[in-house]
């Protein structure tokens, strides 16, 4: 039976809704997502708005989709004890160094999380992690955002809920702030779907040319790039009509 290609459907109502796709071809060796994969290193982990994420996440067994933020060579970590739990672990170091990789899921939004341990022999060097994981393509359907949050190069939305998100994101349109390029354009389209929509249209994607001067004229200052910034959707609007 020959391989044929089918047309994947995102809206049934029956099925709920999607915050993530890829497609893989195994003929090619190819797989890819629509969302963006986030690389989060071991200094961008120290703002309260990572702790706070971190802090929700749920140990899990490693799923395909762990995988796929890991390394072809590299998966078998995903399965080895750490180091502090069996100093023969195949990912140890000499007995107390450490390769590691651990598998988790937020419980908000489902999406995977890999966390990758660094801990150097001996009991004085660096001991740290880092985390992979996937932007969501939107909010959940009865989400409304309420604030945005960027800091240390990590991009985070709060509901009306409360509830913290990584902003939604493709692959194709990654952010940025603090220079005039295509990330400050892609954010500043983005947060400007937001405000024009009073919060309630959250899928990524938007065009660039949708981009509001003055919210492109934020997102492209120096200025954001430093700390921790906020704008709340309030904050946002009143930017549209300047």
């Not at 629509?34 to 120290?46: C, H, P, V």
């Not at 970590?77 to 651990?102: M, W």
């Not at 509830?163 to 994101?169: G, T």
Request: charged share 20%.
């Amino acid at each position: 039976m020959t391989y044929e290609a089918h047309d994947l459907n995102l809206t049934d109502p029956t099925k709920g809704y999607l915050n993530f796709v890829f497609a893989s071809d195994t003929r090619l060796g190819i797989v890819t997502s629509l969302n963006a994969e986030l690389n989060i290193e071991a200094q961008q982990t120290q703002t309260p708005h990572f702790q706070e994420w971190r802090e929700r996440l749920v140990p899990c067994e490693p799923s395909a989709m762990h995988c796929m933020l890991v390394e072809s060579a590299k998966i078998p970590s995903l399965f080895h004890p750490c180091v502090t739990e069996d100093k023969d672990s195949p990912s140890a170091v000499r007995g107390s160094g450490c390769t590691c990789r651990r598998a988790f899921y937020d419980p908000e939004f489902g999406m995977p999380v890999v966390g990758e341990h660094f801990k150097h022999v001996g009991n004085d060097g660096t001991d740290q992690w880092a985390y992979q994981t996937y932007a969501p393509l939107d909010l959940r359907p009865d989400d409304t955002f309420s604030r945005f949050i960027t800091g240390r190069s990590l991009f985070w939305a709060r509901t009306e809920k409360g509830d913290l998100s990584i902003l939604p994101q493709l692959e194709v349109l990654g952010y940025n702030v603090g220079y005039s390029g295509g990330g400050p354009y892609a954010l500043a389209a983005y947060l400007t779907q937001v405000a024009m929509t009073d919060g309630r249209s959250t899928a990524a994607g938007p065009l660039h040319e949708k981009a509001h001067p003055a919210i492109l004229a934020w997102t492209t200052s120096s200025a954001t790039d430093r700390g921790t910034s906020e704008l709340t959707l309030s904050e946002l609007k009143a930017m549209l009509q300047s």
